[in-house]
Nanobody, 121 residues
Framework: QVRLVESGGGLVPPGGSLRLFCVAS????????MGWYRQAPGKQRELVAR???????NYADSVKGRFTISTNNTKNTVYLQMNSLKPEETAVYYC???????????????WGQGTQVTVSS
């Protein structure tokens, strides 16, 4: 059973910073990519940032230069450093992982439960 557990969300004033964490656990053979998505009330879930093979990153245009995604040495933990946060970035932030459970298996996508980020004074 694979689990993705997020943490680090909370209330922050406009212009503030937060660091999100997501740990993938379970019987995992390899992780191809991990990412962060967000969903604001009444809106569709959107990609915030993604990291592939622990090295290649891509970001939503709206967060470039302010957010940084990274992983740890074992690549089972992904971080999202968020700076200069804006009120419109209030949303539930979800962790996502594309991984294999066995060497011969297919790549499957897993989601965490989400962590609330509220940007407000």
């Amino acid at each position: 059973q694979v689990r993705l557990v997020e943490s680090g969300g909370g209330l922050v004033p406009p212009g503030g910073s937060l660091r999100l964490f997501c740990v993938a656990s379970g019987s995992i053979f390899s992780i191809n990519a991990m990412g962060w998505y967000r969903q604001a009330p009444g809106k569709q879930r959107e990609l915030v940032a993604r990291i592939t093979s622990g090295v290649r990153t891509n970001y939503a245009d709206s967060v470039k230069g302010r957010f940084t995604i990274s992983t740890n040495n074992t690549k089972n933990t992904v971080y999202l450093q968020m700076n200069s946060l804006k009120p419109e970035e209030t949303a539930v932030y979800y962790c996502n992982a594309e991984l294999k459970l066995t060497p011969w298996g297919t790549t499957s996508t897993y989601w965490g439960q989400g962590t609330q980020v509220t940007v407000s004074s």
